[in-house]
């Protein structure tokens, strides 16, 4: 028989990693009317909190790499949501910046956060309970030095 910590069902990763796709399934046609993916919702949640933002604070705050960054952001400029532009400090940084269009879409996606949060059944309270235990377990394993 097969040690019970190696099954399906006992991993924390598999429980993590179906729940975000059942988060992605609900996403999904929310976003698809709003005419944005769920990453593009992401960089656009951090832009709608602060703008402007440079390519590199965007992927610092999201933990992405510029690499997977820059055709997202193309993207969301080819859309009329975001504009890119070569810094005057520093020819090297990008900086993004919403759009009016971009703004408006604020307006647009204000439901979503809501409508996500009732389909789970928790409450706002659990929810964040929940929130901050996969933070700490996302800190504690980025902090791992197994390798």
Not at 37 to 51: G, K
Not at 63 to 80: F, I, M, Q
Request: glycine share 4%; with cysteine.
């Amino acid at each position: 028989m097969i040690d019970k910590h190696l099954h399906l069902d006992e991993q924390l990763c598999f429980a993590v990693y179906s729940t975000a796709h059942a988060f992605n399934r609900l996403y999904k046609p929310r976003l698809d009317a709003l005419g944005i993916t769920y990453p593009q919702y992401l960089v656009m949640m951090v832009l709608w909190q602060d703008e402007p933002q440079t390519v590199g604070s965007l992927g610092e705050r999201l933990l992405l790499d510029s690499s997977t960054l820059t055709p997202l952001l193309k993207r969301l400029e080819a859309s009329g949501f975001v504009t890119r532009t070569r810094s005057t400090r520093d020819e090297r940084v990008v900086d993004i910046a919403l759009t009016d269009q971009g703004r408006a879409l604020a307006t647009a996606a204000r439901s979503v956060p809501a409508e996500i949060r009732e389909a789970t059944g928790k409450t706002d309270d659990e929810l964040e309970l929940l929130r901050r235990s996969i933070l700490r377990v996302r800190d504690a394993l980025q902090a791992s030095n197994i390798a």
